[in-house]
């Protein structure tokens, strides 16, 4: 460490090492990405039932299941409740996309600095390689025939 001039003490000596950090960073960046699609999804969920009950009697009953409860309340009471949880979640979905957008800049400077690149799937380089190969050779093998 004393050999590297201005080096972060955090920095990774081996390239085992930076691996294990680059893996914990996208691990994170999924976690991201699956949590906004779940609440997204709650979030048009809400849609469905303000769509629902927006047209009809607010004094009429309704039931709410409030933490594993089913409650009974009316329109009136409950809608109110769900569009402020529908307001409440856009906000965070809202924050985790910019904490997405970070995650993401971040993972990129990291690349950057550690020279990472994603290794193909054998699928696409074998592709490749066949393309290259292809139009190196310059010439058209046709498949193999069973028939003689």
Same mark, same amino acid.
């Not at 294990?20 to 960073?25: R, S, W």
């Not at 048009?44 to 629902?52: D, F, M, Q, R, Y």
């Given at each position: 460490?004393?050999? *590297? #001039?201005?080096?972060?003490? /955090? =920095?990774?000596?081996? =390239? $085992? ?13 999924? $976690?991201? %990405?699956? /949590? ?8 048009? &969920?809400?849609?469905?039932? !303000? ?5 009809? +009697?607010?004094?009429?009953?309704? %039931? ?7 409650? =009974?309340?009316?329109?009136? =009471? ?7 949880? *529908? ?10 996309? &910019? ?9 990129? +400077?990291?690349?950057?600095?550690? *020279? !990472? ?9 074998? +592709?490749?390689?066949?393309?290259? &190969? ?9 498949? #193999?025939?069973?028939?003689?």
């Amino acid at each position: 460490m004393a050999g *590297k #001039a201005g080096g972060d003490l /955090k =920095e990774p000596m081996n =390239e $085992q090492a930076v691996a294990n950090i680059y893996g914990a960073m996208r691990a994170e960046l999924n $976690q991201i %990405y699956s /949590k906004i699609t779940e609440l997204e999804m709650e979030v048009s &969920e809400h849609s469905l039932v !303000i769509g629902a009950i927006q047209p009809l +009697d607010p004094s009429r009953r309704c %039931y709410r299941m409030i933490g594993g409860v089913l409650v =009974e309340r009316t329109i009136k =009471e409950v809608l109110p409740a769900v569009q402020r949880n *529908k307001e409440g979640l856009e906000e965070v979905i809202s924050r985790l996309n &910019e904490a997405l957008e970070k995650k993401k800049k971040e993972i990129a +400077d990291f690349e950057a600095k550690y *020279k !990472i690149r994603i290794r193909k799937s054998d699928g696409e380089v074998k +592709d490749e390689n066949e393309k290259k &190969e292809g139009s190196a050779q310059g010439v058209l093998v046709g498949p #193999a025939s069973t028939n003689e």
